[in-house]
């Protein structure tokens, strides 16, 4: 396709400026030195829908509750205790979903840890605080799916936001870890919100089983219609702009697709998206030297999670395909060489009801329980596993955690005490926490312990 007017480079436009637009800001900063830090890298999974934690950790025996509270409040879809993967913390037993039986292994090597009751807070939320209403102190739109989103992903509770804490991480580590990367420091297997979006750092999409150049403009013809695109002028400064960027985009996109080629992972992934999206993590794992960088961001996500009914069979098999994938994962950065330098993390908009509503499902609630997962101490690595991190919350409905009678559980750890542990971990100093988390001086710590 010759681009010849206005209209030709529009229509250029739309099929190019999608798949090279992520690289802009990017395509701004200089490759100026190299980091010798050893690498490391963050893998969220977001489990989209918002996940319910109460079937995903159990508790079975411990100080303060048991097996049949849990039962008494989730009714008809409590989970048989026969069937649960069975863990401990100290001296109190849980149990992980029967499907679970991977992470269940990951944790009982030290290999894997729970963050009990997170969500997003403005500052430490009491029930008594909820139900008096008191909006300054708590979360824009509660229970909406968008806001909630928006809002785990910036860490920002009540008030909009351009950026999200992962591109905010990259942005402060850039000119430390960064600075002679060929390719953006971020990358979504899957599309990605504000998470991954920086002041300076925006992320490349990077679809299932690799890439080529430049997803839908990699054959010939279209790759000539991309390079006509970037050489037409007509004056104007911000097509002049728009093609330095999509230029430096192609640069960025030959650079991971040429270092791709090298890339071997010979783990055995499951033929799950959520398998084959941490697959693609490790093949780019795998080039970390080729690309040079030394701080890297992945976002991946597992649908599904939004169980108004049926949620037995629906969440079952997304669980079991998060615990399958996680594994391979993990095996996989042994592979390659990144286990001890590597934490997978999950995330969600919200928890759900512990109370089942009338369509043997549950409802839009708060506070739900995380897996971290990496090396663990005993073995070299920084992930203190095999117990549970921040509090545990009661069960009781209509009790000291619910925020109303259904179950609701009240946060007890907020997801900027969470997300500022790991971005500690990864390199941001405790000096700088406070500009990329701004409400986590709200909190006594901003560091909770499980990364060493």
């Not at 580590?173 to 899957?190: I, W």
């Not at 890439?211 to 002028?233: E, N």
């Not at 990496?374 to 409905?397: D, H, K, M, Y």
């Amino acid at each position: 396709m010759l681009i010849k007017s206005r209209r030709d480079f529009l229509k250029a436009a739309v099929t190019s400026v999608g798949a090279l637009g992520a690289f802009g800001k990017f395509g701004e900063m200089n490759a100026l030195a190299s980091s010798s830090a050893p690498y490391q890298a963050l893998v969220c999974i977001f489990l989209a829908g918002g996940n319910d934690g109460h079937n995903m950790v159990i508790p079975v025996a411990t100080a303060k509750q048991n097996y049949n509270l849990y039962q008494q409040g989730r009714q008809s879809l409590a989970l048989p205790q026969a069937g649960l993967q069975m863990v401990a913390d100290g001296s109190d037993t849980y149990g992980l979903h029967p499907q679970m039986p991977e992470i269940a292994a990951l944790y009982n090597a030290g290999n894997a840890a729970i963050v009990a009751n997170v969500g997003m807070l403005v500052q430490p939320t009491t029930r008594q605080i909820f139900q008096a209403q008191n909006l300054a102190k708590l979360p824009a739109q509660l229970f909406s799916h968008s806001d909630q989103t928006n809002q785990w992903q910036a860490a920002i509770p009540n008030g909009s936001a351009t950026t999200g804490w992962g591109g905010r991480v990259e942005d402060n580590l850039l000119p430390t870890y960064n600075s002679a990367a060929t390719f953006t420091p971020v990358t979504a297997t899957t599309g990605c919100g504000l998470f991954c979006t920086g002041a300076q750092t925006f992320a490349a999409t990077v679809p299932v089983g690799g890439v080529s150049l430049l997803q839908g403009a990699g054959t010939p013809s279209r790759l000539t219609a991309v390079q006509q695109l970037m050489q037409f002028d007509n004056g104007l400064k911000l097509v002049t702009a728009a093609n330095a960027t999509l230029s430096r985009g192609v640069g960025f996109s030959t650079a991971l697709t040429n270092a791709l080629k090298t890339a071997v992972v010979n783990t055995v992934f499951p033929s799950t998206l959520i398998g084959q999206q941490l697959k693609t993590v490790a093949q780019i794992m795998s080039i970390r030297n080729s690309l040079g960088i030394g701080r890297q961001v992945f976002f991946c996500q597992l649908g599904g999670f939004d169980t108004h009914g049926s949620q037995l069979n629906d969440q079952n098999p997304l669980l079991q395909q998060l615990s399958q994938a996680v594994s391979a994962f993990y095996t996989a950065t042994q592979e390659v060489g990144t286990d001890t330098a590597t934490t997978t993390f999950t995330a969600s908009e919200f928890g759900r009801t512990l109370q089942p509503n009338g369509n043997a499902g549950t409802d839009h609630a708060w506070g739900s329980h995380h897996f971290v997962i990496g090396t663990g101490a005993a073995s070299g690595g920084s992930l203190q596993g095999g117990r549970i991190w921040g509090q545990f919350p009661s069960l009781a409905l209509g009790g000291v955690d619910d925020a109303n009678s259904r179950g609701t559980l009240v946060p007890t750890t907020s997801v900027d005490q969470y997300a500022a542990t790991m971005a500690q971990w990864f390199g941001v100093s405790s000096a700088n926490v406070g500009s990329i988390f701004p409400f986590v001086g709200n909190f006594p710590t901003s560091n909770l312990g499980f990364l060493g």
